[in-house]
């Protein structure tokens, strides 16, 4: 035999040969947590949902922040405190809110422009009325009182409107229309 055919003998020898580990899988396995020995034997764990939220402190701290913003969300919606409310239209994004200065009313309409596409310039109507209750409607046999504005929403990326209202009362109804659409909303002071 040839020196090279020694070499490939032996090569062939080395294949078929067991592998040597250096590592052993059980012994590894011998020092894991039952969670992972479980894992490994193919026994699946599902863990509850109450495992899941409460794991690590970090799980708590979130699940109790999303708690407290929801109470203190829900606490200001039924506890009165009023907020400018926001609408869309023609595209342009409304606020309205409307504030006591002394013995006014005013109606303040925010306008601003999206940031891409196409928008509404031009005239918008107004109509704002003050909520009439069962006990009042009975009590006034007159038509409701109504006051109307017309405004001019130009070009511009943002502009704010103020308008005096002829009432005293705290809650309102506002109809705001251009010539595509019509909006309406249900307003309180702000105070």
Partial sequence: MTEEEKKILSAQEEIQREPVFYYSRERRLSRASPAVRALNDGQTVRPSIRKTLFATKGNILVFLT?????VFGLATRFMGIER????????NNLTLSITPVEELRLLEIRKTVPGSGEFYLGEVD???????TRAQEAEEQEAPQLFAHRIIFNALASETFLIALPFIEDDFFVILRNSDEQK???LRVID
């Fill in 184 to 186: 309406s909303v249900r």
């Fill in 126 to 132: 107004i109509a704002v009325s003050p909520v009439i």
């Fill in 84 to 91: 400018p409310r926001e609408l869309s239209l023609g595209r």
């Fill in 66 to 70: 999303i708690v407290i913003f929801t």
